[in-house]
Nanobody, 115 residues
Framework: VQLQAFGGGLVQAGGSLRLSCAASGSIATINEMGWYRRTPGKQRELVAAVFSDGTTNYADSAKGRFTISGDNAKKTVALQMNSLESEDTGVYYC??????????WGQGTLVTVSS
């Protein structure tokens, strides 16, 4: 499985960005896709995830501001980020999980929020 992430960039505080990720390869058994991030001084953490049944999971910091959406057939996932804050600055990684809990990671995309 290969993951290609798109989006990211520089935005002012209060602005919005959209991240997208597409999986390719042996994608049929992917049952979870999501976004993680590594912010300065912190370990990589969950931002949001979507499962093949449509359920979602958000970090507390993302609730109310970010929306994750996925296309289970195409194995794509998007993260709409609104009301961005300087604390959201970091490298965002797309992740896919196949049945059996094998994980795959994208290359990371930088999000910079200026205050």
């Amino acid at each position: 499985v290969q993951l290609q992430a798109f989006g990211g960039g520089l935005v002012q505080a209060g602005g919005s960005l959209r991240l997208s990720c597409a999986a390719s390869g042996s994608i049929a058994t992917i049952n979870e896709m999501g976004w993680y991030r590594r912010t300065p001084g912190k370990q990589r953490e969950l931002v949001a995830a979507v499962f093949s049944d449509g359920t979602t999971n958000y970090a507390d910091s993302a609730k109310g501001r970010f929306t994750i959406s996925g296309d289970n057939a195409k194995k794509t996932v998007a993260l709409q980020m609104n009301s961005l804050e300087s604390e959201d600055t970091g490298v965002y990684y797309c992740k896919a999980v196949r049945w059996g809990f094998k994980e795959y990671w994208g290359q990371g995309t930088l999000v910079t929020v200026s205050s």
